[in-house]
């Protein structure tokens, strides 16, 4: 049986080895890159990559050029590599047309179960977990969520945030236990960071979060489902 075929570009060679070693434990066949110029000749040469993963910061052509190159021909799964977190970069590498942002230091494994996830998404496959469920759908191994079958682009934080609440649907949960619950007892931070990511979650799950993401005044927020 042909082997599913996967793109690393990256120019860290430790970086490259790692996620290697763990797509090929997969079963993945992986074809690596140094620099954004030999990724985009190998993706046009191959002809057959089924996903790539892209760091941003590369030589010759940055990860940004890189998708938009590919974006001209191809609509195959892309996941971006980062150690940069900042808005405006995970904005431009959604608009360049990326499927998923991932930061460094990251899990492998985690890395692992996201490719996965969007190759079934691409195939027209539904996730573990019935993607095409209605409501909210969350993907504990993939670390993905839905909303009606629609994928949300969340920080990891985020889905954290969206998980821990989902997992005690129906709890009211204050914003102490939220905040030791995803970001430990010895965060240095308040509750405020609490409130802006609940605020921008439920932006993001859009009419069904205000519906079902709600404020319980003088005391936290519960989600409805």
Known sequence: MKKTKILIADDEERIVKLVSDFLTAEGYEVVTAADGREALEKFQAQGDIALAIIDIMMPEIDGWALTREIR????VPIIMLSARAEEFDLLTGFESGIDEYVTKPFSPAVLVKRVGALLRRSEGQALPGNEKQKGLVVDTDAFLAFID???LELTLKEFELLQY??????CVLTRDQLLNAIWGYDY???SRTV???IARLRAKLGDWGVSHL???YGMGYKLEV
């Open 195 to 197: 409130d802006s990511h």
């Open 214 to 216: 709600k404020t319980i």
């Open 149 to 151: 079958g629609e994928p």
């Open 188 to 190: 240095l931070g308040d």
């Open 72 to 75: 001209k021909t191809s609509s």
């Open 165 to 170: 609440l989902h997992q005690n649907a129906g």
